[in-house]
């Protein structure tokens, strides 16, 4: 119960504290505001409902994550044979504190590299061009979001902050 009252507060207190700390409070309307956030929420309801009732859109999900586990998969098999021990293998002597033995550059950096190649090459094919104006067009139609803005929060979702415009 406690947490169910705590993702009803979080879709309450999140908006109300983007609202308070925007730059121009004035500008936004508080039933702009509230239509916008229940848009927002109507769609991710919507989404949610058609994972639940059409099995095959869950099933494409779950194959879309087992296709990412196999190449984080590859990436790390790849960088134990290109590192070593650095990269998580065998160490050549006895390891006092095992747990201590990550090391960002070759463990996480390599799969962020990896998945910005990937993006690249999806540009390059205009695949990514296509999502994105996809769920712009959504973002757009659903939220009344402008195209610049829906644009930018489309890429984010699909390329993440350090590649989107």
Not at 10 to 28: D, E, F, I, N
Not at 60 to 82: E, H, I, P, S, W
Request: glycine share 10%.
């Amino acid at each position: 119960m406690a947490v169910n009252f705590q993702g009803l507060a979080g879709l309450v207190a999140l908006p109300l504290m983007a609202w308070l700390l925007c730059a121009r409070p004035k500008r936004l309307k508080g039933r702009d505001a509230l239509k916008l956030v229940l848009a927002g929420s109507a769609l991710q309801f919507a989404i949610a409902g058609a994972f639940v009732l059409i099995p095959q859109l869950a099933g494409l999900f779950d194959y879309l994550t087992r296709a990412v586990r196999a190449l984080q998969a590859a990436t790390n098999t790849g960088m134990k044979l290109v590192f070593g021990y650095l990269a998580g293998g065998p160490a050549p002597f006895e390891t006092v504190n095992p747990q201590n033995g990550f090391v960002l550059a070759t463990e996480a950096l390599p799969l962020i590299l990896v998945v910005s190649v990937l993006s690249s090459l999806l540009y390059h094919f205009g695949v990514l061009q296509r999502v994105v104006g996809f769920f712009a067009w959504l973002l757009k139609k659903t939220m009344g979001l402008d195209g610049p803005l829906a644009t930018a929060t489309a890429a984010n979702i699909f390329v993440g902050m350090v590649e989107a415009p």
